[in-house]
């Protein structure tokens, strides 16, 4: 193609020569018989420039007889250069499968590594949760242990503390029932002597209030009946001390125990178990006239036998 264009300028480039020679010829012939100096003159120059005109055609000829040749290096150029680029597509064709399938082989390892490590986690895991789940049960049988365990010990504390409380109403029963004998021993007139004038009878014996101690209470009162607040003459109307006026309401309902609780509050009982929820020990939560769930206890001897037969009078909590 370029030898073709170098052709075609040759050709464009030699023609102004031609024609400007002709027409020079043409004016020679027509001016030769009016100025023969002036024609030799056109002459010479019109035969220069032929001259040249006709070594540019030489020029031109011999670059035309070079196209031919110069279109066959192209052609043969532009077959060399298909056959290049035939072998370059098919070297790339072949070096893509290559790539592809060194690509393929590459991703198939790599998937069968990661299926590989895959199932030896899930195998981890699965061992895992069988350990975890041995460990759970292992947990749960000692937990359960524990609980019956548990559940014995606190049996068994229970049953020694019902055990102990029911020696201790026990003890607290056979104690009153000597007090109410040495009571009633005191209150019995002396024997006559054989021979001898029988002693008048003595008065019958006075009640008077013997102090227990300071024990403890819970809203299921060791001592159950409450006789109301007692306290200063502002309070109950009476002048005597509230453990005289507590005193007196036992005596009348016929209850043979009285407590003073929270400083103002009178409850009696008859054989009542008031250390069924032990002694307190604290002096400053039990004080003259006890406090909150704590009792100062009083006995009452030489109770009068009506008394105790009396219907039982007060408030009996629950």
């Known amino acids: 193609m370029k030898a073709n264009l170098v052709f075609l300028v040759c050709i464009l480039a030699l023609t102004p020569f031609i024609a400007h020679a002709v027409v020079d010829t043409e004016v020679v012939e027509v001016e030769v018989s009016e100025d023969t100096s002036a024609a030799d003159a056109s002459l010479d120059s019109a035969m220069e420039d032929f001259e040249d005109a006709s070594l540019d055609l030489d020029t031109l000829e011999k670059d035309a007889d070079q196209v031919p040749h110069s279109l066959a290096a192209l052609v043969a150029a532009n077959k060399d250069l298909k056959s290049k680029k035939a072998a370059y597509s098919t070297a790339v064709k072949a070096y893509m499968k290559d790539q592809t399938a ?76 000597v007090k109410a004998t040495k009571t009633k021993a005191q209150s019995k007139p002396a024997a006559a002597k054989p021979n001898v004038v029988a002693a008048k009878p003595t008065a019958a014996a006075i009640p008077t209030a013997e102090f227990e101690g300071c024990y403890k209470d819970a809203p299921r009162r060791a001592i159950p009946y409450k006789q109301g607040r007692v306290g200063g003459f502002f309070v109950t109307g009476s002048v005597k001390s509230p453990k005289d006026q507590c005193f007196d309401l036992a005596v009348k309902a016929g209850h043979d125990t009285f407590g003073l609780q929270n400083g103002n509050e009178c409850w009696t009982g008859l054989d009542s178990d008031y250390e069924k929820y032990g002694k307190e020990m604290d002096p400053k939560k039990c004080g003259k006239l006890g406090g909150p769930y704590t009792n100062q206890v009083y006995f009452i001897k030489n109770l009068p036998k009506k008394g105790k037969t009396a219907v039982k009078k007060g408030f009996k909590a629950k």
């Open 102 to 177: 060194a690509n393929k082989a590459r991703t198939t390892s790599t998937l069968a590594a990661y299926n590989r490590a895959l199932k030896a986690q899930k195998s981890a895991l699965t061992q895992h949760q069988a350990a975890v789940r041995v460990a759970s049960q292992q947990h749960a049988r000692k937990a359960q242990a524990a609980k019956v365990q548990g559940e014995v010990k606190a049996a068994k504390v229970q049953g020694e503390v019902k055990a102990a409380k029911t020696k201790a109403a026990q003890a607290a029963k056979v104690k009153r029932e």
